[in-house]
């Protein structure tokens, strides 16, 4: 078992579930980035000038399926 999360199709039979799961797209941002946070020097807010370690960039997705709603962070090079 790999220990990655199964992915599923829309419309398509869960395999722990006898039932059809379908899936919706909330929102799709395909040019989203991920920066790590730098530890805050003060109890002031971050800052996004801060911001400079950038650790993803990829299309990230709200979807929603069955009573789940999940955020994807895909990565498109893979």
Known sequence: ????APKYHPATVSPDRA?????RIRVSIPDAHVFRLPPRTSSAAWRGADWTEK???????VVERGNRTLVLLVDERR
């Open 19 to 23: 039932e059809y799961e379908v899936e």
């Open 1 to 4: 078992m790999s220990g990655a």
């Open 55 to 61: 650790i993803w960039q990829g299309t990230l997705r």
